[in-house]
């Protein structure tokens, strides 16, 4: 198979990664479908899309107001007219209403072309879900994993077809930060990468490709660290979150979205919670893992979950800028 027999993708779950990716997938022409795992998923989804679609849209009037503001994502040409974003924002608004949501299998697998997997970074989970999932996918079908924390080869057995299954990793804010990362087991096959690549290419996206396995990754392996070294100076009570994100702001010049807990909140604190949940000595209250998965805890258990929602370290608005 390839790029151009590709038309019909689903991604399965809709949490902050998986809203993000469909609605991306949907801007760039492909038929659309994201399957959910019952009605009140689809309940969730709808306000999540919407938030995307907000974004996306104020991404696109930014640009329009301020060329330095282009986002690689949403057009491959940044030289364009104020007329021609225009038709890309009438482009955006048609495409993205036309995402369905689904709770059937066969509904939503059953054509599929690509399948992208962004459903709960738990094992037992991902397993089941792969091995229901194999009895309505083409033989066709590319299946893809968005997962960040686990290998594929975890998997591979699991989706009855490992030579067409690896993953492709997104970042956040996908239409600005527009990368996947893409990496195989010993058992992908050379058609399935290549497909994975020219698909990345395809929905405005850079492929990165990993000579072999490495848990987190390029991206998370840099960022992981980041996020620790922050989290550590609250949680232990050394400073607050604003004050390091100034920090690092002054000190780098790095953009005010740039900042470790302005990045924690486009991740999404649950997220944030599981990986620092990993690491030794996260079970004592008394260690500085502890500590921090007890900071995190406290904010997801309110809800302040991230950008997503509005409110995470941070308190958003509808575009997704901090309300002071």
């Given at each position: 198979?390839?790029?151009?027999d590709v ?7 809709c ?21 959910l795992?019952?009605?009140?998923s689809?309940e969730?989804a ?5 938030a ?11 640009w ?23 038709q890309?924002?009438?482009?955006a608004?048609?495409r993205?209403?036309?995402i ?13 072309d690509?399948?992208i997997?962004c ?15 194999a ?7 590319l ?23 690896m993953?492709?990793?997104f970042a ?31 929905i ?8 072999k ?16 070294a ?12 604003a ?18 807990f ?7 604190l ?17 260690s ?5 998965v ?5 904010y997801v258990?309110?809800g ?21």
């Amino acid at each position: 198979m390839d790029i151009s027999d590709v038309k019909r993708v689903t991604i399965a779950g809709c949490g902050t990664e998986g809203s993000q990716i469909s609605s991306m997938v949907a801007y760039k022409g492909f038929e659309t479908t994201v399957w959910l795992r019952g009605e009140a998923s689809v309940e969730r989804a709808k306000p999540r899309l919407q938030a995307v679609r907000r974004q996306i849209l104020a991404a696109l009037d930014a640009w329009k107001a301020d060329r330095s503001q282009y986002c690689r994502g949403l057009s491959d040409d940044r030289d364009l007219t104020d007329e021609q974003i225009d038709q890309l924002k009438e482009q955006a608004e048609e495409r993205l209403s036309r995402i369905r949501l689904v709770t059937d299998m066969d509904q939503a697998f059953g054509d599929a072309d690509v399948v992208i997997e962004c459903i709960n970074e738990d094992p037992d989970q991902k397993r089941d879900f792969y091995e229901r999932l194999a009895s309505h996918l083409p033989e066709r079908t590319l299946l893809l994993t968005d997962s960040s924390t686990f290998l594929p080869s975890t998997f591979a057995d699991s989706t009855g077809r490992p030579d067409r299954y690896m993953t492709l990793h997104f970042a956040n804010q996908i239409w600005r930060n527009n990368l996947t990362e893409l990496m195989r087991h010993d058992r992908t096959s050379d058609e399935s990468f290549r497909l994975a690549e020219q698909f990345s290419h395809a929905i405005g996206m850079v492929p990165l490709k990993l000579n072999k396995e490495q848990p987190g990754y390029i991206l998370n392996t840099l960022l992981i660290p980041w996020f620790k070294a922050a989290l550590y100076l609250v949680a232990t009570g050394v400073t607050d979150p604003a004050t390091v994100d100034l920090c690092w702001e002054l000190d780098t010049g790095a953009t005010p979205d740039q900042t470790p807990f302005r990045k924690i909140d486009k991740v999404g604190l649950p997220l944030a919670l599981k990986i620092i949940s990993m690491q030794p000595g996260a079970d004592d209250p008394t260690s500085p893992a502890g500590q921090m998965v007890s900071l995190l805890k406290g904010y997801v258990d309110q809800g302040k979950t991230g950008i997503a929602v509005g409110e995470g370290f941070y308190r958003y608005d509808d575009e997704g800028n901090v309300i002071e």
